[in-house]
Every structure is written in structure tokens, then in C-alpha cells.
């Protein structure tokens, strides 16, 4: 859920580890050659926080917040562009699998005129984060359990934060991509 630390966690990792680090937020993410961020700024980021070393930035932490966000908004695939969703899980297989990526030295969009450079993510650690709203109903209906609301057993109801927590330790990936995760997204995760 929102506030407990998981950004916290991931920078002291980071700064425990001597490595550089970088928050990305996924609901400013858009496929490439749209109005927003592409993918590829995360490691621009990255880059940066390494003082444009990047021999050190290929070894660094990358924490997308938000990734939730992404999800597929129902079960079928959209017939309609999705340029902040889908697109952007695609858009971030390249860099989540390990492989040279080209990253924009702006920081902006990647343009044919700008000045790029070639960054191996094999050995960068993305950790991905959010609060998947709705996702503990999900899981609670797998399982058989009722949750909150009118037909709910008394035993098996889901009240407090700690009743939720408890449900999200039997998330699997199938959950994920039920809820909106490209199946291929999740196998990179």
C-alpha cells in the first residue's frame, strides 16, 4: 500500500550497496513519440545519478513506483492506441530482459539529432512497485474467500490492512496478468 516505505527501501539498498540509484514514476511513461517520457529516460536518470559513468550505472538500482498503472484496464486487448499502458510494458520488456538499450544524454525524448549512448541492463536491478488497487479482491475471489460487503463470511472477511497484506502473500503471476500485466511483462519480472 502507499506509504510504507518501498521507495525507502529500495534507495538504502542502493546506498548500501555503493550503486547508483533512480525513481522512476510509470504514470509518466508513453510509448515512444508521444507527449510524455519515453521508457528510456529511467536510465538517462540512472546515468545521471552515476555522474555519467557508465560502466557504474550498469551496475545501479532502478525503482519503477506506480506500475500498476500500466495495467490493461480489461481483460481483452484494446482495439484503440494505449500509448501509457501497454505500450509502455512492451516498451520496458527490452530494458527489464537485459540488452543494449539507447539512451537519449538529454534526459527528454529520443531523437535521430541527439546525442545517445548504449547501455547494457543486464546487471541492472529493476524493482518494480505499487499498490494494485483491487488486486486483494482478486485474489480473494481465487480463492474462494468473500471479502468485504453484504454475503461475506464472518471467518474469512478482509477489514483490516493487515487482512489485506495477508491476501497479497498469495499473489501469483496469473493474478498479475488478470489484472492487466502482459503475461510477457511478468515473465520478465
Request: charged share 30%.
Amino acid at each position: 500500500p502507499t506509504g510504507v516505505g518501498k521507495t525507502l527501501i529500495a534507495e538504502t539498498i542502493a546506498k548500501k550497496l555503493n550503486v547508483p540509484f533512480a525513481i522512476a514514476d510509470a504514470t509518466v511513461l508513453t510509448q515512444s513519440g508521444y507527449v510524455g517520457s519515453d521508457p528510456s529516460s529511467i536510465l538517462t536518470k540512472l546515468l545521471k545519478n552515476a555522474n555519467m559513468d557508465i560502466e557504474k550505472a550498469q551496475r545501479g538500482i532502478v525503482y519503477i513506483d506506480e506500475i500498476d498503472k500500466l495495467a490493461r484496464k480489461g481483460e481483452n486487448p484494446s482495439l484503440t492506441r494505449d500509448v501509457g499502458g501497454e505500450s509502455v510494458q512492451q516498451e520496458l520488456l527490452k530494458m527489464l530482459e537485459g540488452d543494449m538499450v539507447e539512451v537519449p544524454l538529454g534526459g527528454g525524448r529520443k531523437h535521430p539529432l541527439e546525442n545517445n549512448v548504449t547501455m547494457d541492463t543486464r546487471n541492472v536491478l529493476f524493482i518494480i512497485g505499487g499498490s494494485f488497487e483491487g488486486l486483494d479482491k482478486q485474489v480473494a475471489a481465487r480463492n474462494n474467500k468473500k471479502s468485504i460487503g453484504f454475503g461475506s463470511s464472518s471467518d474469512k472477511k478482509v477489514e483490516t490492512e493487515e487482512d489485506k497484506l495477508d491476501i497479497f502473500k498469495d499473489v501469483r503471476h496469473t493474478d498479475l496478468i488478470k489484472f492487466g500485466m502482459l503475461p510477457e511483462f511478468m515473465g520478465r519480472v
